[in-house]
Nanobody, 120 residues
Framework: EVQLVESGGGLVQPGGSLELSCQAS????????MTWVRQAPGKGLEWVAG???????TYADSVKGRFTISRNNDKNTVTLYMRDLKIEDTAMYYC??????????????RGQGTQVTVSS
């Protein structure tokens, strides 16, 4: 059974930084792309970033240059480092498993999420 557990969210001021982590289990992590998506209150799911099995990262224009996705295949974790956070980054953040090693925009299955709130 695929299990994805996100952590690292919290309250941060505009301009601050956070690092989200996703612990994966139940599948051969190194063989799959992984994705971070988010959902702001009252809005739909938004793709944020994805990483291939070879650690090639792709980003939404809204976060490019501010967010960095990485993976550790030894620990089965995928990390999203976020800097220069903006109020509009406030959302529930989810990690999701790709359907193969290169599908970096899949949104399901995903974990329960971790809340990021950017506020002064």
């Amino acid at each position: 059974e695929v299990q994805l557990v996100e952590s690292g969210g919290g309250l941060v001021q505009p301009g601050g930084s956070l690092e989200l982590s996703c612990q994966a289990s139940g599948f051969s992590f190194a063989n799959y792309a992984m994705t971070w998506v988010r959902q702001a209150p009252g809005k739909g799911l938004e793709w944020v970033a994805g990483i291939t099995l070879g650690s090639g990262g792709t980003y939404a224009d809204s976060v490019k240059g501010r967010f960095t996705i990485s993976r550790n295949n030894d620990k089965n974790t995928v990390t999203l480092y976020m800097r220069d956070l903006k109020i509009e980054d406030t959302a529930m953040y989810y990690c999701a498993k790709g359907s193969d090693g290169f599908s970096t925009r899949d949104t399901y299955p995903r974990g329960q999420g971790t809340q990021v709130t950017v506020s002064s």
